[in-house]
């Protein structure tokens, strides 16, 4: 992949995350019948909240490590001036992860 970009062969990179972990959506109260949630907007919440089970802790983990590697993918495209778009829901918690990591959150 990386060989092709170096040739200038790629227009744009357009990508989105997997919203498993990051979603608002998850409003329920724990043990109760909804999803409760697993991260919130906090610096430290942002990566997981404390007493996830096993299932949630692993989906957390997928998602952090999708951030990183987003983050990775587009320093690539701006080092190679390859345009990029993220695709990303206005209410994400992703966002909050994002301007955590800019030192605005």
Avoid: M
């Amino acid at each position: 992949i990386f060989s092709t970009w170096c040739a200038r062969k790629v227009a744009l990179i357009w990508v989105g995350l997997s919203c498993a972990s990051f979603c608002r959506a998850r409003r329920g109260k724990p043990g109760g019948k909804r999803l409760g949630p697993v991260r919130d907007d906090t610096p430290d919440g942002v990566w997981a909240l404390p007493s996830l089970s096993a299932r949630n802790q692993e989906k957390v983990n997928i998602g952090n490590y999708l951030v990183f590697f987003l983050i990775d993918l587009v320093h690539l495209c701006l080092v190679h001036n390859i345009p990029v778009i993220v695709e990303n829901r206005q209410t994400s918690v992703e966002n909050s992860t994002v301007a955590i990591l800019d030192g605005n959150g």
